[in-house]
RNA sequence: GGGGGCGUGGUGAAGUCUGGAGUUCACGCCGGCCUGUCAAGCCGGAGGUCGCGGGUUCAAAUCCCGUCGCUCCCGCCA
């Protein structure tokens, strides 16, 4: 980390003997020292990481976010005064003139960049005391985490979260440097924007000066990225925040950022090959590892077929495998009823897992929760046989045929779902991840899934856009004719198993959006409606075009090897979307809701008054 | 909306199942000693309404009910 970092002040460090005074902090920083350095007089400052005092010497760990370097104070050398010294503690904030010095073999600390040298102090200066702290700053004991966001400010100084900040920071200049390279310009849209009723539940903000009327925190720049590309803007990019108000998750957080862009008279494999430049470059800079290229790919088919998802973690195989065949002929009611109906049987080989009863009745619970109506689990005993409840029900060509088809041997534990091919899907591929899936992100599995299908079917029946209602078809007239079996041009890319981003070729014939308006079951009035002034702008002349969005917390938090993105955010919120620091959301005067005509429900300000708000 | 886990001096944990004195461990904090440590060491000390409310009981950190907070998952997330 240091080590990439330039030498700050370079012309300030060749002053000869900086003496303290009162603007003077600092000719250089703590972390960025040396061996090569000795000898040279220098000025740090930062906070009291760590004091040993052995009465007469003393040693100070001086920390900034550059790292930390040893103070060495002789309390005859009239550093400070007795008082200043002994009064030191943890997290004070302190300024030290001293001279660099070679440690020698025996002091060394090869646990620190800094370690081959200390600062022997001539001169040190209080700048801040510090209380106690509410929390230890070091990694000896995890503090509970909305303590840790009460004080954000202190859980920041902590050299793992120091670090975070820092390659997130990186990441975003990596991109900014792959884009910017690539002439695309950078474009700032509006953060108060028309609300959508599609997709996640938007944010929204009350209009003073037209009452009742509301604004939407925008869920991404998708329809001014268009408009961008409309207008003439050849490649855009940017950073861009985005809001959507769903229930938070390990991944998820009610405002998060993406890497936007999107580029006119572009197809799927130019987006494509950029998104590739750009996590090349990210890896490169985060991890200091060259990726190859090209990434894999499977369609969106091949994915859901082969690992039950569309984010498939290919860092291991686990794969699904279709037992339909081997049971088609089956005497076992539970697989002959699903198979009479069109449904499939599928199963993975989860190894040798060793559990007992209890675990594998865990499993069954967990399928269940996650929507299949039961799963039969397997343990290929020492002598090729079969242990399980649903056994003696299976012939022992079919028995054959299971071995065969999941390469089972003894000990392995196979679970096989039966069910319509959707939700057989989410379960093995949910119990894959639970079974098979490494701890960590040491490994890095990029993956590009392609050909998503253009609508999907919820739950009443009715079909939804799978990705968004601007993503071009593969064919336009085939969706029309079979709108359930249309492939579109939508592609994600895919980091560990986690969705990192998804984009699309667009629309960008009139006609066509209105066909897929239709499809979608908006009447052309709604369509004109709500979106009219889109569908004129795609009317005066609009270059094909295609996109795509990076999740930059998502890709930072897994390239640091974090298993949630709030290690990556400076400031997240809790699950329950509160942030501990400041105290959002909060109440607001009546006065405030008067202006902007607004008056909270009288069952809500009820609640308060039982809550003891 | 639903399910699981957690809540004990400043921090982290054990104690809770099987009720019996706020008990223990590590870190931190305060004071003292100590001239080469680096998660310094040694000695001493302070510090707790066991998240909150109610119930059962002679007796509750422990059992029961409710509630709040944090977290993981399902639903949700074009």
Redesign the pocket.
């Given at each position: 980390m240091a080590g990439n970092m330039p030498p700050l002040h370079t012309s300030v460090r060749t002053r000869r003997s900086p003496l303290m005074s009162a603007e003077l902090y600092r000719t250089t920083r703590p972390g960025l020292l040396r061996l090569g350095d000795e000898g040279q007089t220098v000025q740090v400052a930062g906070w009291v990481h760590?004091r040993?005092?052995?009465?007469?010497?003393a040693?100070l760990?001086l920390r900034d976010a550059t790292g930390l370097l040893?103070v060495?104070v002789?309390p005859?050398a009239g550093v400070a005064s007795a008082d200043v010294l002994?009064g030191l503690?943890?997290e004070y904030v302190i300024s030290v003139v001293g001279v660099i010095a070679a440690?020698g073999a025996?002091?060394?600390?090869t646990?620190?960049g800094t370690?081959e040298i200390?600062l022997?102090a001539t001169e040190l200066r209080v700048l801040s005391a510090a209380e106690?702290?509410?929390?230890?700053l070091?990694?000896?004991?995890?503090?509970?985490?909305?303590?840790r966001?009460q004080y954000r400010y202190l859980d920041l100084r902590r050299p793992a979260m120091a670090a975070n900040l820092q390659a997130r920071s990186k990441a975003i200049r990596a991109m900014r440097r792959v884009l910017d390279d690539q002439d695309f310009l950078e474009v700032e849209t509006p953060t108060l924007v028309a609300s959508?009723p599609?997709?996640?539940?938007d944010v929204l903000v009350p209009s003073r000066l037209r009452q009742g009327h509301f604004y939407a925190l925008p869920?991404?720049p998708?329809l001014f990225k268009q408009l961008l590309m409309i207008s003439g803007v050849d490649r855009y990019y940017q950073v861009a925040r985005c809001y959507?108000d769903?229930?938070?998750?390990?991944?998820?957080q009610i405002e998060f950022t993406q890497l936007d862009l999107e580029g006119a008279f572009w197809g799927q494999e130019d987006v494509l090959q950029t998104l590739e430049e750009i996590a090349v470059a990210v890896v490169s800079d985060l991890r200091g590892i060259e990726l190859a290229r090209p990434f894999p790919r499977l369609t969106w088919q091949e994915a859901m077929d082969r690992y039950g998802t569309d984010k498939p973690d290919i860092r291991f195989g686990m794969e699904v495998q279709d037992l339909s065949a081997v049971f088609a002929e089956t005497e076992f009611k539970a697989f002959a009823g699903v198979l009479g109906r069109g449904g499939t049987v599928r199963g993975i080989n989860a190894g040798e897992q060793g559990l007992a009863r209890a675990g594998l009745d865990g499993l069954v619970d967990r399928a269940l929760?996650?929507?299949a109506k039961g799963l039969v689990w397997m343990v290929v005993e020492d002598d090729g046989a079969l242990r399980s409840p649903v056994a003696k029900f299976l012939n022992d060509a079919e028995k054959a045929a299971l071995i065969g088809e999941l390469d089972a041997s003894p000990g392995d534990l196979l679970l096989i779902v039966a069910d319509e091919f959707k939700v057989v899907s989410?379960v093995l591929g949910?119990l894959r991840l639970d079974m098979g899936q490494p701890e960590g992100h040491e490994e890095l599995a990029f993956l590009m899934v392609t050909d998503f299908p253009v609508f999907?079917v919820a739950?009443d029946g009715a079909l939804?856009?799978?990705?968004?209602?601007f993503t071009a078809p593969e064919d336009i007239d085939e969706m029309v004719a079979n709108p359930q079996a249309a492939v579109s041009r939508a592609y994600d890319v895919v980091l560990n198993g986690s969705e990192l981003g998804?984009g699309s070729v667009r629309i960008h014939d009139p006609d066509t959006q209105a066909k897929v308006f239709a499809a979608l079951g908006i009447s052309e009035e709604d369509a004109t409606r709500r979106f009219g002034w889109f569908m004129d702008a795609l009317r005066y002349g609009t270059p094909p075009h295609a996109g795509f969005a990076y999740g930059i917390d998502r890709m930072v938090s897994i390239l640091q090897g974090l298993?949630?993105i709030?290690e990556v955010i400076p400031f997240p919120k809790?699950?329950?979307g509160?942030d501990?620091l400041t105290g959002s959301p909060s109440r607001v005067e009546d006065a405030q809701l008067a202006e902007i005509g607004i008056a909270v429900a009288p069952e809500v300000v009820a609640s308060w008054a039982e809550?003891g708000e």
């Open positions: 760590n040993r005092d052995h009465g007469g010497i040693f760990d040893q060495v002789d005859e002994s503690r943890r440690r025996d002091h060394a600390n646990e620190l370690g200390e022997v106690a702290l509410p929390f230890q070091d990694d000896r004991v995890e503090v509970d985490e909305s303590l966001l959508t599609e997709g996640a539940r869920q991404s998708q959507r769903e229930d938070f998750r390990a991944d998820r929760s996650l929507g989410k949910a999907e739950d939804v856009a799978m990705h968004h209602p998804s298993p949630n709030r809790t699950q329950t509160s501990p809550d």
